[in-house]
């Protein structure tokens, strides 16, 4: 079992900053992966990023490539999200889960999901 909370959502202007932080306890947290998604109303969910157990393989999806960049602190049981010049289209509700070993950007592959933070991006 794993437990996730995510934090740091918020409302900011288009070309601002902001950093989400996934809180993890449970099964030992060097020993997964770990992704980003987002969903945005009537929208399905999305992938976002993907980080491997011990950090040393970040993927993205191309719409926040450049952009944003996923890390983690296995000390410290916290995976972040950081988000720089955001646009009106990454208003969504932001969720952190626990992935597979093997690299995947399906939803249905991943494990745990977190309550999910909203990130709102004003123009």
């Known amino acids: 079992q794993v437990q996730l909370v995510e934090s740091g959502g918020g409302l900011v202007q288009a070309g601002g900053s902001l950093r989400l932080s996934c809180a993890a306890s449970?099964?030992?947290?060097?020993?997964?992966?770990m992704g980003w998604f987002r969903q945005a109303p009537g929208k399905e969910r999305e992938f976002v990023a993907r980080?491997?157990?011990?950090?040393?393989?970040?993927t993205y999806a191309d719409s926040v490539l450049g952009r944003f960049t996923i890390s983690r602190d296995n000390a410290k049981n916290t995976m972040y999200l950081q988000m720089n010049s955001l646009k009106p289209a990454d208003t969504a509700v932001y969720y952190c889960?626990?992935?597979?070993?093997?690299?995947?950007?399906?939803?249905?592959?991943?494990?745990?999901w977190g309550q999910g933070t909203q990130v709102t991006v004003s123009s």
């Open positions: 449970g099964r030992t947290f060097s020993s997964y992966a």
């Open positions: 889960a626990v992935g597979p070993t093997l690299y995947s950007t399906s939803p249905s592959r991943y494990d745990y």
């Open positions: 980080i491997s157990a011990n950090g040393d393989v970040p």
